[in-house]
């Protein structure tokens, strides 16, 4: 470097660089302040697109696919494994949701009545003899009782429990998917009761049983647990636990996990839980007398008939640990309520649909001009299929 150069080459000083570290940190700071607008910006545009479409109600829709159907009118439609299973007396059809044949079984049964866990489905004949144990892909195994079903219960595995016979002879027998007998005898309660209702568990362990006894003109009934693990080797006729409830009936059971049962009273919803040996957790009393009840394995719901003229029933849902989630008064006469797969309520009559989230929020109406027979959830919350007397119809909410 020549003498002329060191001559043009100057040195910070020590106060201009404590100025220029300044800017430096003030530029940063400008550029935090300035990122963290935007991303509150973004944040606010993405939370009230939500909480638009979260409280949006709607009343027509986009067809984005149309199925012409012919079915007999005696038709059943449920939702299976996200397709559509289709039964009547003389036979069951699995499709998905472009009407796609999926199988086809054949029988003939008087009253078909089904009833499902994860893969499995159970199709039997009530009052009859016949049970078809079934997956998504089709045929298991056919079973043929020696007497009339009462019910099924069918676990996770295609294992099922049939109650069978009458008030004065019932039986239980338990089946593996093939057929095998694994469990069988009598059930009856200890003071001539009689059993009304069965649950078997997820993971085909447990089975409650739900037994009536009327005596003197008192009612009672008795939830009792029986175990077919290690746990109820050591208890007297594998019977891990029971309990009474004087002035109820309850005609309905459900296993809706491994560890948690629900039985429903007359007068109120009892919860059990326990891996092993269930144990009553939660009851929650019915205000009234309640018009329908229906479950998934989150919620529980419940209608009542309301005193007002314009708004003729309340529906009230619960969750699993007996908390209110949602009440609303209705006005819609419906042949069928119940939880969609993405746990939103549908009402359905004939010809209108009314759909609302599960927190409340009155989600959709629709009035349609061919007769409705279902309505299934599309996986996201405005996409859905909807089976009508002649068609079916992919649709997405507008």
Not at 341 to 351: D, G, K, Q, R
Request: aromatic fraction near 10%.
């Amino acid at each position: 470097m020549t003498e002329q150069d060191k001559k043009k080459f100057k040195t910070v000083p020590a106060m201009d660089m404590d100025e220029y570290k300044q800017k430096i940190r003030e530029h940063r700071l400008k550029i935090l302040k300035r990122t963290l607008v935007t991303a509150l910006i973004i944040f606010v545009i993405i939370a009230g697109l939500f909480l638009f479409l979260a409280l949006r109600h709607y009343e027509d829709f986009d067809v984005n696919s149309t199925v012409e159907r012919s079915d007999t009118a005696a038709t059943i439609f449920e939702e299976f494994q996200g397709n559509i299973l289709k039964y009547s007396n003389d036979g069951a059809l699995y499709t998905d949701t472009y009407n796609e044949r999926i199988w086809n079984q054949t029988y003939e049964m008087a009253k078909p009545t089904i009833d499902m866990c994860e893969d499995y489905l159970a199709i039997y004949d009530k009052k009859g003899t016949q049970i078809y144990i079934m997956t998504s892909q089709g045929l298991v195994s056919n079973i043929e009782t020696t007497m009339t079903i009462e019910q099924v219960s069918i676990a996770a595995q295609g294992t099922v429990a049939v109650l069978m016979g009458d008030q004065s002879n019932s039986y239980l027998v338990v089946y593996d998917k093939n057929g095998k007998e694994l469990v069988n005898g009598a059930i009856y309660g200890e003071d001539g009761g009689y059993p009304i209702a069965i649950a078997l568990s997820n993971d085909a362990i447990k089975l409650a049983v739900s037994m009536l006894d009327i005596n003197d003109g008192n009612v009672k009934t008795t939830i009792a647990f029986y175990n077919f693990g290690s746990v109820g080797e050591n208890e007297i006729d594998r019977i891990v636990s029971a309990n009474s409830f004087s002035d109820m009936v309850i005609p309905q059971l459900d296993f809706v996990s491994d560890d948690r049962m629900v039985a429903y009273g007359d007068s109120e919803i009892a919860i059990f839980e326990g891996t092993q040996k269930p144990k009553l957790a939660q009851e929650i009393p019915l205000t009234g007398e309640a018009k329908s009840i229906f479950n998934n394995n989150k919620y529980v719901g419940v209608v009542y008939s309301n005193n007002d003229e314009k708004l003729t029933h309340h529906v009230a849902v619960y969750d699993m640990h007996g908390f209110t989630v949602m009440e609303k008064d209705f006005s819609q006469e419906y042949t069928e309520i119940g939880f969609l797969s993405n746990n939103e309520v549908c009402i359905l009559n004939n010809h209108s649909c009314d759909i609302y989230t599960v927190r409340g929020i009155y989600k959709f109406h629709y009035d349609f001009d061919e007769e409705l027979y279902k309505v299934i959830s599309g996986g996201t919350g405005l996409n859905y299929t909807i089976i009508l007397e002649n068609s079916t119809e992919k649709v997405r909410l507008k």
